[in-house]
Every structure is written in C-alpha cells, then in structure tokens.
C-alpha cells in the first residue's frame, strides 16, 4: 500500500538556519505530494503542495520539489524563524476520495 | 470562504461513557469528510471518510462509529469508550472533485480516564 516515511525528529535550529526535512513515499500511480504545519494545539494547515513530478511547491519561504526519480518531497527553508516552531507532516494522495497518506511528523524547534 | 468547526474543543470523559464529536463545513457543498486521529506523539491515523450523506467508510476496525446525517455535517460516536480512545480527533474537508487538497478543523482533545 501506499506510505510516507519522514525523518525523525525533533530538529533542532538557531534562528536563521537552513532547514531540510526529508520524506520519500510509496505510490502506485502517479501521487500528489502535500507538506502539513500544525502549530502547537491547533489543527492542520496545508502549507504546500505538488500535483506532478518536477513541480516546486512554495509558501512562506518554504518550498518542496516533487523527485519522481528518487520518489522524494523533501523541504527545504532557507533561513528559519522562531515562529516556524511546529510539527511538520508529509502527505500524499493517490486513491479514491482525496484520502490522505501521512507520515509520522517531525517536530521542528527554533531557538534563538 | 470556507470554514470547518468541530466542537467540543476538549473533553473528558470516563470510561465507558458515550462519545459524540460534530463537525460542520460552511461554505461548500457536496465536499468529501474525514475523521482522523492523532495519538500523543503520533502521526495521522485516517479513521472514517464520506463522499455522501450516508456513505461512510471505515478505514481500520476500532471502538468509533460515523454519521454523515446532512451533506455538511459528519459526526463520530462511540458507545463506550476505552482508554485508548483517546487523542486529539480532526475532522477535514476537501472538494467532491478537482482538488485534493484536505482543509482540516481546530481538532477536539478527548482524555478518557
């Protein structure tokens, strides 16, 4: 079936540091790619996604490439903040009603 | 705009009591709903998806129930609860067809002691 697997975390960061948070996945067919932020005691947000290989999803500085080669969606900050401080969920969608596939989730700290 | 509520907000109940979630979207119609639940430091386990009223599918065999009375409202149940019900339960949204993309609500924390 299909799957997701995510870096464990937490990552640890001082401010303004380069972030990577790896995800690779397993699909029959041809998945979209989704990146979750939750924020501590709140719901889900989508905070990018990518529809098909090559595509670069981007939102808030934070930007993902959909790797159909090596079946990765890894993300990626340039310089992170102390309000990027979140639980970070990679996800795809290749079935029937848009269900989703999560991975277990990697708890991003910034410090300053 | 679309907008998703769950309510409550937090719950605690005992063991072996009755469990009623709701959860309403505003602003769409005919979307597709989904109950998942995260355990404490866990991942997304999708319990329950509906593309109509009436339509529910069960995603894993568990102690939870769902009901899908008006085309915007999804509600999980459980006749008595375990201890192992609990977690912080959300409820998501996406468009019948087009997208996939999952719009998710603010969640309900249930304790079960």
């Known amino acids: 079936g299909d799957s997701v697997t995510q870096m464990e975390g937490p990552v640890t960061l001082s401010e303004e540091a380069f972030l990577t948070i790896n995800c690779t996945y397993t699909a029959t067919g041809y998945p979209s790619l989704f990146w979750y932020v939750q924020y501590p005691g709140e719901g889900l947000q989508l905070l990018l996604k990518?529809?098909?290989?090559?595509d670069k999803g981007s939102n808030k500085g934070f930007e993902a490439t959909y790797r159909k080669e090596t079946t990765s969606f890894h993300l990626e900050k340039g310089s992170v903040q102390v309000s990027d401080s979140a639980v970070y969920f990679c996800a795809l969608s290749a079935g029937t009603a848009s269900k989703l596939t999560f991975g277990t989730g990697t708890r991003l700290q910034v410090t300053l | 705009s679309q907008t998703i509520h769950q309510w409550p907000a937090t719950l605690v109940q005992p063991v072996g009591s009755p469990l009623s979630l709701e959860c309403t979207v505003e602003?769409?119609?005919?979307?597709?709903l989904y109950w998942y639940r995260q355990a404490a430091g866990r991942g997304l386990q999708l319990l329950f998806y509906?593309?109509?009223?009436?339509?529910i599918s069960s995603e894993v065999p568990q102690n939870l129930s769902a009901s899908r009375p008006q085309d915007r409202q999804f509600i999980l149940s459980s006749k008595k609860l375990l201890l192992s019900d609990s977690g912080f339960y959300l409820c998501?949204?996406?468009?019948?067809?087009?997208?996939?993309?999952?719009?998710f609500g603010p969640g309900t924390r249930l304790l079960v002691l």
């Open positions: 602003g769409t119609s005919n979307p597709n």
């Open positions: 990518a529809t098909k290989a090559d």
């Open positions: 998501a949204w996406s468009p019948r067809t087009g997208m996939e993309t999952q719009y």
């Open positions: 509906s593309v109509g009223i009436g339509q």
